[in-house]
């Protein structure tokens, strides 16, 4: 069982940067870890994603170049590096757990993720 907790969130100018942070408990060094994010009355959107041994990252096209996701599994912890934030980065950011030991592929769907944090709310506005 692995539990998360994020944190970090906060309201920004466009232009600004955030760091979310995401602490771990449990089993999480062996599992692929991803960060979502879901604005009101829309889906659950992939936002993130890395594997089990902090290699290949993977983004959505929305953020590439702007966020950078790592982790550090001697910390359980994981962060997600916003930069350049825009209006439409306004969300509730998740991050979540792969329950697959070792995997290294990144999948894109939340049905994928086992293991799911309360979120952190970001809002970028003027």
């Known amino acids: 069982q692995v539990q998360l907790v994020e944190s970090g969130g906060g309201l920004v100018l466009p232009g600004d940067s955030l760091r979310l942070s995401c602490a771990a408990s449990?089993?999480?060094?062996?599992?692929?870890m991803a960060w979502f994010r879901q604005a009101p009355g829309k889906e659950r959107d992939f936002v993130a994603g890395i594997t089990w041994s902090g290699l290949s990252p993977s983004y959505a096209d929305s953020v590439k170049g702007r966020f950078t996701i790592s982790r550090d599994n001697a910390k359980n912890m994981a962060w997600l590096e916003m930069n350049d934030l825009k209006p439409d980065d306004t969300a509730t950011y998740y991050c979540?757990?792969?329950?697959?030991?070792?995997?290294?592929?990144?999948?894109?769907?939340?049905?994928?993720?086992?293991?799911w944090g309360q979120g952190t709310q970001v809002t970028v506005s003027s």
């Open positions: 449990g089993p999480f060094k062996s599992f692929p």
């Open positions: 979540a757990v792969r329950g697959r030991s070792y995997a290294n592929n990144i999948r894109t769907f939340p049905a994928d993720y086992h293991y």
